[in-house]
């Protein structure tokens, strides 16, 4: 009597039917699951969205314009810089926690985006619960830059004479409440004991037009959006404000050679995800983004900004912010910043 007939599965031999049971559980995992992407179709399949919360012009564009364009001629997928500015940088921020967390949207905020707790009220989002941090993009010493043809101070110890000699007669420009333009100043005016009228726009960018305009006289701005103008002779720098001379600029003193020591800000940019975003699509930005930082075209990109590559991702980034968070609300209540 025959019997019934044979399934082809019951002719293999036990390592090929080992291989199919494998290959079904593979497919069944969860997609959040490092190396499961690849089981989806390659990251990015269509264009990725980078909400930068700030006007073209400003710092986060200098940076985030380069950094997208050089990992949109690498994937061969387009990167979106979707400018969203408004209460210093705040609105664009709220948007980009609210969309979907499918990594497709990222969001590049900066240094403001650690200050912001301290100078609003009440925030539709926060920095360190409602986004996944994917790593620092760049790191950048503040620099005081003045409009040459309004301002004839040359050096800090002459500007900072003029300003003692007349109070409130110059003015600085800044992205806007809240921001470390903001804060930058109001930093310099306790430490040196001088008074300058702070002038909030919706962004860098439109600070910085205004600035070469001459409607401002100076700024206290990231190195990186004042580069350029800079090198062309529309802004004078008077000093950095950090440790060391900025690569790129070495002929621009430190505050510190300039007699106020304690002056050090830097602006830094940094990448996120809304919250939710599947682990391996974060991965798959982070591993991008670090073959892109590396590159020669980008490093010598940032050198020519005034800046170089971090190395800060995910949890260890995460960390930083919160700590900025903290010593930001320490800088607010000691200088008694407030919303003009």
């Known amino acids: 009597m025959r019997g019934p007939p044979h399934h082809p599965g019951d002719r293999m031999n036990a390592p090929a039917r080992r ?11 969860p997609s959040w699951l490092p190396g499961v992407a690849g089981a989806q179709g390659a990251w990015p399949a269509k264009p990725v969205t980078i909400v930068v919360p700030f006007p073209p012009g400003g710092g986060t564009d200098a940076f985030a314009r380069p950094l997208f364009a050089a990992m949109s001629r690498s994937l061969g997928r387009q ?12 609105l664009g921020a709220a ?33 360190e619960t409602d986004f996944v941090p994917v790593g620092l993009v760049s790191s950048v010493p503040q620099v005081i830059v003045v409009n040459p043809s309004k301002v ?29 333009h903001h804060l930058a100043g109001e930093m310099f005016k306790l430490q040196t004991r001088t008074f300058i009228t702070h002038i909030p726009y919706r962004g860098a960018g439109p600070a910085l037009q205004d600035l070469i305009a001459g409607q401002v006289d100076l700024m206290f701005d990231g190195l ?30 430190t505050a510190a050679e300039g007699g106020v020591p304690a002056y050090k800000v830097a602006t830094w940019y940094g990448i996120w995800a809304p919250k939710a975003t599947p682990r391996d699509l974060v991965a798959a930005m982070q591993s991008e983004m670090r073959k892109t930082l590396a590159s020669e075209e980008i490093r010598t990109a940032w050198t020519g900004l005034g800046t170089e590559s971090p190395n800060l991702w995910g949890e260890d980034f995460g960390r930083f912010v919160s700590a900025e ?8 209540k000691t200088s008694g910043a407030k919303l003009d």
């Open 19 to 29: 291989r199919l049971l494998l290959a079904g559980a593979a497919a069944a995992l």
């Open 79 to 90: 990167f979106v810089i979707d400018n969203k500015g408004g209460a210093g940088g705040t």
């Open 95 to 127: 948007l980009a926690a609210k969309a979907a967390p499918d990594g497709y949207t990222f969001f590049m905020g900066a240094v403001h985006h650690s200050i912001a707790p301290s100078m609003y009220p009440k925030l539709d989002y926060d920095i």
């Open 152 to 180: 004839q101070a040359r050096t800090l110890p002459e500007l900072l004479e003029f300003l003692r000699r007349n109070p409130g007669r110059l003015n600085y420009g800044s992205a806007g409440n809240g921001t470390s």
């Open 224 to 253: 990186g959006s004042s580069a350029a103008h800079i090198r062309a002779g529309r802004l004078r720098a008077i000093a950095v404000a950090a440790d060391k001379r900025a690569p790129g600029f070495p002929d621009v003193p």
């Open 325 to 332: 968070v903290k010593r930001w609300a320490e800088v607010v």
